[in-house]
């Protein structure tokens, strides 16, 4: 079974178009988070490149300023204990001496502060150091602790033996120290090198991705924009056909009005008219009362011919007595006409529908049964209304010829359409040749309505 294209437009539109807002609204946002963490991301690996550079070179210096100092006290060292050991005076010897004291423990702190930044890599030669300095400094102690006599007989020996080869040995672990130190720096420079290295690759692949997110977002948008201009444009068309078709409609009722004016109930009065003359002149009473018989014939017949005229504009009864009795009196009146058998099973509850409802329908039943009289040359026609929870469900199906919902639409199934379209409901065509065809409507009812019936046509109509 097809279902008419066309009658299923506003809810597919309803369907589609919250899906599509949701997924530009994802798509955006996605991808200016995206930006936002990419940028994020990039400021704080810059901060972290730039502050390993800055501290492995703070390191570096200060590492480079202990060992300068190790190296000057060493010398200074050897100075002191020269002049202490060449000195003839015991006051000056001892005033030489002195100085040897706050060396020590300048030395001492010195590499103390080395230790504390030391780098793996230096640890042995750190470590050799250290023993030699203080190797050296107990022997300095032992030295400075000897009488005039100790020195006169040791300090050539002491010297030359002792000072120089320790401080020569200590100042080469010094050096190698040094070198450990600066190839240290150059490793961090190769470390902050490659981390740059990483950082552009990941700017590089995130400014791909966000690319590659914005062009398809931007694909994506278009396609959308030119579905809608599409829509939009077919709408616009539909609306240019409905609209001329309503145009053409509206004339056509009027000529059928005008001819049923002048045809029917125009010829009806000219004839009591005429009759009216007959009857002024019969000289004979039984020519009278013949004449008086054929104005009140011609008379009811006009009085009926309004009524069904009037009937058809707008059942009075549908204000009157409510929908269901007009629902069942059309189809009575069907019936009678066309010898088409009509049944109407409806609930109370309609009754209470809001104005708005009534009337569409009534129009919408009225619509399906005269395509069912005109096209379907169908034995019965069945018509239900039910209220079911929070809408109205209206069937009307025929056991007629059917027919191809792809291809006709005419003024009557578009203004079906139309109707439940603006009280939000949804119409459904379900035919096919030979299989007869059911015209389905499901009508909302807001809470209002729903709670109040009738009361609520002023809310819905005002
Ligand atoms: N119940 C039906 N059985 C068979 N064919 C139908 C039925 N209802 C509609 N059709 C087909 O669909 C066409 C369109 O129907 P629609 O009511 O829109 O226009 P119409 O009845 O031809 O003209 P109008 O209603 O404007 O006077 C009809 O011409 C007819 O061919
Ligand atoms: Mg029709």
New binding site residues.
């Given amino acids: 079974m097809q279902s008419h294209p066309g009658s299923q437009v506003a809810v597919s539109e309803e369907k589609r178009r919250r899906p599509s807002w949701l997924i530009l609204s994802l798509g955006f946002g996605g991808l200016l988070t995206c930006i936002v963490v990419a940028a994020v991301g990039t400021l704080a690996a810059l901060d972290r490149v730039r502050s390993n550079e800055v501290h492995s070179r703070k390191m570096f210096l200060e590492r480079l300023s202990a060992l300068d100092q190790i190296r000057a006290q060493i010398y200074l060292s050897g100075t002191y204990v020269r002049d202490f050991l060449l000195s003839p005076d015991p006051l000056t010897a001892q005033a030489q001496a002195a100085h040897l004291g706050p060396l020590e423990r300048d030395t001492h702190n010195a590499i103390e502060a080395y230790r504390r930044n030391l780098e793996p890599e230096e640890r042995e030669p750190f470590l050799a150091l250290r023993k030699e300095i203080e190797a050296y400094w107990q022997v300095l102690d032992t030295t400075v602790g000897w009488t005039q006599q100790d020195r006169d007989r040791l300090r050539f020996s002491f010297f030359y033996n002792e000072l120089v080869p320790r401080r020569t040995a200590m100042l080469q672990i010094a050096d190698r120290i040094a070198l450990v130190n600066e190839r240290g720096l150059t490793r961090s420079e190769g470390q902050s090198a490659s981390a740059a290295g990483n950082l552009r690759r990941y700017l590089m692949l995130t400014f791909a991705g966000t690319l590659g997110g914005g062009l398809i977002l931007a694909l994506v948008t278009i396609a959308f924009t030119l579905r809608l201009e599409r829509e939009l444009e077919l709408r616009r068309s539909d609306l240019q056909e409905l609209s001329t078709?309503l145009l053409r409609?509206q004339e056509n009722e009027r000529r059928a009005l005008a001819r049923e004016l002048h045809d029917e109930i125009g010829q009806s009065l000219s004839a009591i008219l005429m009759e009216t003359e007959g009857a002024e002149c019969a000289e004979r009473r039984a020519d009278l009362s013949s004449h008086l018989d054929s104005i009140k014939g011609l008379a009811e017949k006009t009085v009926n011919q309004v009524r069904d005229l009037a009937l058809l504009l707008r059942p009075s009864m549908l204000d009157d007595l409510g929908l269901a009795p007009a629902l069942n009196w059309h189809a009575r009146e069907t019936s009678k006409r066309t010898g088409l058998n009509v049944v109407v099973s409806a609930d109370d509850a309609i009754d209470d529908l809001p104005d708005e409802h009534r009337t569409c329908i009534y129009r919408l039943v009225q619509?399906?049964v005269?395509?069912?009289v005109?096209?379907?040359n169908?034995r019965t026609v069945d018509v239900s209304v039910r209220k079911e929870g929070h809408k109205v469900n209206v069937t009307v199906r025929?056991n007629?010829?059917?027919?191809d919902t792809r291809f006709?639409?005419?003024?009557?199934?578009?203004?079906?359409e139309e109707r439940v379209r603006r009280l939000g409901g949804r119409l459904k065509i379900t035919?096919e040749p030979g299989r007869?065809?059911l015209?389905h409507a499901a009508l909302p009812l807001s809470d209002l309505e729903k709670r109040n019936g009738h009361e609520a046509d002023s809310y819905l109509v005002g």
């Fill in positions: 078709l409609a619509e399906a005269n395509n069912a005109r096209h379907a169908a025929d007629g010829a059917g027919f006709l639409r005419g003024l009557g199934l578009l203004g079906m035919s007869g065809t015209v």
